[in-house]
């Protein structure tokens, strides 16, 4: 089954899976205000369909996402703050959202993942990355700031690894991006997408109560202190009593 798609963005629904896939192969699905819109909308729209119960986000093409559109920046200047503000906004709500999302998302990402696009693929709950994998944050060297994507960044690696990744500008394969934890799997650029699939499928198998509850807790206990979290995951042991039941 295939959704409403727009120019710049696939929509494909497989049972209780949606697939989103950036379709901009041409410019290496870089991020211009329409694609980045149109990401974001279909996020949300696939977390709030009771059909759903996982998410893969693909990018179509020989590369995931290399980041931002450089093509806009010629108007999104000071001159132009009213659409920079929106822009940046825009850009900041699209790279955090995916982890308030209540259906968990895998990213399936072969070629560049550069800037912004390794900011939305690791900013995804799981990373399958192909073998030709080209991860990292090269915005220093055109005098731009990594500043949208520094902290899912940081919080994904320890703070060493993640000033070297930003300031050095290195990009890095997929076997690197394994090691220091940034992915989950690794598959050749043909199978990448399939293998996204394939963690979605085992995802929409479990109960969508209690992986949402699961998911949430997740990062809800990453920002609190150990007693804390502790209380937050009693209070959620006692409720996810009742999730076994309302499954049966």
């Known amino acids: ?29 870089a991020l211009n205000t329409e694609l980045t819109q149109a990401i974001h909308d279909a996020l949300l729209a696939a977390d709030q369909d009771p059909g759903i119960r996982a998410i893969v986000l693909a990018g179509n093409g020989r590369g995931f996402c290399a980041g931002a559109d450089l093509t806009e920046f010629d108007t999104l200047t000071p001159a132009n703050q009213d659409l920079v503000d929106k822009r940046a906004d825009l850009t900041c709500r699209t790279q955090a959202m995916m982890q308030g999302l209540s259906k968990p998302v895998v990213s399936a990402v072969q070629g560049a993942a550069i800037g912004g696009g390794a900011g939305l693929a690791i900013g995804c709950d799981m990373m399958v990355a192909a073998t030709n994998l080209k991860f990292g944050y090269p915005e220093l060297k055109h005098s731009i700031v990594p500043a949208l994507v520094m902290t899912g960044l940081q919080r994904s690696l320890g703070r060493k690894a993640a000033f070297e990744m930003i300031s050095l500008g290195r990009l890095i394969g997929a076997d690197e991006a394994l090691s220091l934890g940034l992915c989950n799997r690794i598959a050749a650029p043909e199978e990448v997408v399939d293998k996204a699939i394939e963690i979605a499928e085992a995802w929409a198998g ?43």
């Open 1 to 29: 089954m295939t959704d409403p798609t727009t120019s710049v963005l696939l929509v494909e629904t497989r049972s209780a899976v949606r697939i989103v896939t950036m379709n901009r192969p041409d410019k290496l699905n």
């Open 206 to 248: 479990a109960n969508p109560q209690a992986m949402a509850a699961a998911k949430t807790l997740y990062y809800h206990v990453a920002d609190l202190s150990y007693a804390d979290a502790m209380a937050a995951g009693r209070a959620l042991n006692a409720k996810m009593r009742g999730f076994r039941k309302e499954a049966k």
